[in-house]
C-alpha cells in the first residue's frame, strides 16, 4: 500500500516548505500539495500548524489521506472501507425528518434515533448510486440499481427504508436509505485525531467577546467539543490509518456491516458518522457494473 497526505497550504505561507512550481495553486490563496509521510517536510507541515494555531491561525486548512494498493493487495484483502464519494444539499433534517435528540450521547452528541422516514429534496440528489448528504450520519441514499444489485447477488447485511419527497408530502422517490443489519467494534489499533499531527479528543471551549452599539459588554460561552468520547460513542473527528474491526463471528457469510462507533463531531446540521463495510465481492461487483459513487480502501479484520 502506498499513502500520501494532500493538503491545502495557505499560500501566503507555503513558500517556508515548497518552491513555487509544487503542487497545483487554486486561485491566489491555497496550495493543494500532495506528500508522502516519509518525506521530512510532513513533519515540518505539522510544527507549521502548531505555530500557527498559538497564534489563531493555520498553516494548512484541509488534508486527506490517498492510498493506493497493488492488484495483489486487491486481490488478498476479504474486506473494504466503502466511502461515499458523492455529497448533497440540503440535509434530512432541513427537509423535515425528525430526529430524537433526547437518545443521544449527552457528552459527544452521538446517537440521536431518527424517528421519521428519511425526507430529501428530489431534485438535489446526485445521479449517483450512492450519495450522503452534508449532514453525513445515516443519511445515505442508494439507488434501485444498487438495491437490485445487492437482491440479485443475495449480498448480506443490508436493508434499506424508502426515502421520502419532501416537496410531496409521503411521496415515495427511487431512493432507499441504507441500514446495516450489524454494527462491529473499532480495533485498538485504528488511529483517529484531529489531523496527521493530533491526535487530541476535543477542543477547548472559550468565550468571545463584543461590545454592542450602546457600549454594553457582550459575552458569549463557546462550549468544547467532544470528539473522543469517553463513554466510547464516539472514537475522534477523524479516521487517520486504514480501519481495523475487531473479528467477530457475524462476519461469516456477511457481505456488508456498519461501524458501532462513529467518527465526527455533533454541530449544527451535521451528525457523526458510521463507516460502512463490505467483503471483496461486494466491492468487486459494484466496479463491474459500474456504479458510480463509491472509493475503496483496505480493511483489516484482527483479533483482540
Not at 441500514?179 to 476535543?202: A, E, I, N
Not at 446540521?269 to 459500474?290: A, G, P, T, W, Y
Request: glycine residues 8%; proline residues 4%; charged residues 25%.
Amino acid at each position: 500500500m502506498k499513502e500520501i497526505v494532500e493538503f491545502r497550504i495557505i499560500m501566503r505561507y507555503a513558500h517556508f516548505l515548497f518552491r513555487d512550481d509544487e503542487g497545483t495553486n487554486l486561485g491566489d490563496s491555497v496550495k493543494v500539495v500532495r506528500i508522502d509521510k516519509n518525506d521530512p517536510r510532513f513533519n515540518a507541515i505539522g510544527e507549521l500548524q502548531k505555530k500557527a494555531c498559538e497564534k489563531n491561525n493555520l498553516f494548512f486548512t484541509y488534508f486527506e489521506y490517498k492510498r493506493s494498493y497493488t492488484e495483489t493487495e486487491i486481490n488478498n484483502a476479504e474486506w473494504f472501507q466503502m466511502f461515499q464519494t458523492r455529497h448533497f444539499e440540503p440535509s434530512g433534517e432541513e427537509c423535515g425528518t425528525i430526529y430524537d435528540e433526547s437518545s443521544a450521547c449527552p457528552i459527544c452528541g452521538s446517537g440521536a434515533k431518527q424517528l421519521s422516514p428519511l425526507k430529501l429534496k428530489r431534485s438535489s440528489i446526485p445521479k449517483a448510486d450512492m450519495a450522503v448528504t452534508i449532514a453525513w450520519g445515516d443519511e445515505k441514499v442508494v439507488s434501485e440499481r444498487f438495491v437490485n444489485l445487492v437482491r440479485d447477488n443475495n449480498l448480506k447485511g443490508m436493508d434499506f427504508e424508502p426515502v421520502i419527497s419532501s416537496a410531496n408530502r409521503g411521496q415515495k422517490l427511487n431512493y432507499y436509505q441504507v441500514r446495516p443489519q450489524y454494527y462491529l467494534d473499532f480495533s485498538k489499533k485504528t488511529v483517529f485525531g484531529r489531523t496527521p499531527f493530533d491526535l487530541s479528543g476535543k477542543v477547548p471551549g472559550y468565550t468571545l467577546e463584543g461590545v454592542q452599539p450602546d457600549g454594553t459588554l457582550v459575552k458569549k460561552v463557546i462550549p468544547p467539543e467532544i470528539y473522543k468520547c469517553p463513554n466510547g460513542d464516539n472514537m475522534g473527528l477523524c479516521l487517520l490509518t486504514e480501519a481495523y474491526i475487531k473479528s467477530d463471528s457475524v462476519l461469516n457469510g456477511l457481505d456488508f456491516f456498519a461501524s458501532k462507533q462513529t467518527i465526527g463531531g455533533r454541530r449544527g446540521v451535521i451528525r457523526q458518522d458510521h463507516l460502512f463495510f463490505c467483503s471483496n465481492r461486494m466491492m468487486r461487483l459494484i466496479k463491474e457494473n459500474n456504479l458510480k459513487g463509491f472509493k475503496f480502501e483496505v480493511a483489516h479484520i484482527v483479533d483482540e
